[in-house]
């Protein structure tokens, strides 16, 4: 793996701890993680979500996940896993870096009590 995904990984890793987002090093992982495959669609769609990604969170009156720790250590196990070429570590790091989000959006999207409909 490139030195630079290592220090992106870091950069999130220090902006988490500090309790700052990153969002461009977030980006930027997952581009460069996906550069070395020969597969110019892949790099479309990593570009692609990150677009509707940005467009529709603050619509939702979200910016990002509220466990950024958990999200940026997501970002290191995947790193590892991919060096390591094991590609069980990788999949359960891919999971595990979408679960903050998942959580996010779960409870942005959740009815509220006394928002549903009138009783008739």
Not at 2 to 10: K, P
Not at 37 to 65: E, K, M, R
Not at 83 to 93: M, N, T
């Amino acid at each position: 793996m490139s030195s630079l995904i290592a220090a992106l990984v870091e950069e999130m890793l220090a902006c988490a701890s500090r309790g700052e987002t990153f969002e461009h090093q977030d980006r930027e992982f997952h581009t460069e993680l996906l550069a070395g495959i020969d597969n110019s669609l892949v790099g479309q769609l990593v570009g692609a979500f990150w677009d509707v990604h940005s467009a529709v969170l603050p619509t939702l009156g979200l910016s990002a996940p509220s466990d950024i720790e958990e999200t940026a250590q997501a970002h290191a196990a995947l790193l590892r896993a991919a060096e390591a070429g094991d590609a069980k570590a990788f999949r359960d790091a891919v999971t595990a870096h979408y679960a903050p989000l998942e959580r996010m959006l779960d409870e942005a999207t959740r009815p509220r009590e006394g928002s549903g409909p009138s009783p008739v």
